[in-house]
């Protein structure tokens, strides 16, 4: 089981920028394969935001409609870190935020983070 722990949440204002960060420790039999950024607001599913994952040597990366151009996941494999960089926050961009990693494939996740919340006010 991989633990994960956000962190990088806050209050900013429209326009402004946030980056979140995603620390995975322990182990599992299987190497992760992917990572991924969600964000639910309450009352809603939860909605994919972006993940980054690897096939052979190289590392994809994928984002929601909503996000593309503005967010940039990124992840440093001598940390075992993710990050999301947020730019050009909108309000509609408050979420909770959680990681997720995956050992089993690009679009299947195992382990997940807390949360970290983001609120941009307008």
């Known amino acids: 089981q991989v633990q994960l722990v956000e962190s990088g949440g806050g209050l900013v204002q429209a326009g402004g920028s946030l980056r979140l960060s995603c620390a995975a420790s322990g182990h599992t039999d299987r190497r992760v394969v992917v990572m991924g950024w969600f964000r639910q607001v309450p009352g809603k599913e939860r909605e994919f935001v972006s993940r980054?994952?690897?096939?052979?040597?190289?590392?994809?990366?994928f984002y929601a409609d909503s996000v593309k151009g503005r967010f940039t996941i990124s992840r440093d494999n001598t940390k075992n870190t993710v990050y999301l960089q947020m730019n050009n926050l909108k309000p509609e961009d408050t979420a909770v935020y959680y990681c997720?990693?995956?050992?089993?494939?690009?679009?299947?996740?195992?382990?997940w983070g807390q949360g970290t919340q983001v609120t941009v006010s307008s």
């Open positions: 980054i994952w690897s096939a052979g040597s190289a590392w994809y990366t």
């Open positions: 997720a990693a995956g050992v089993y494939g690009p679009i299947t996740y195992d382990s």
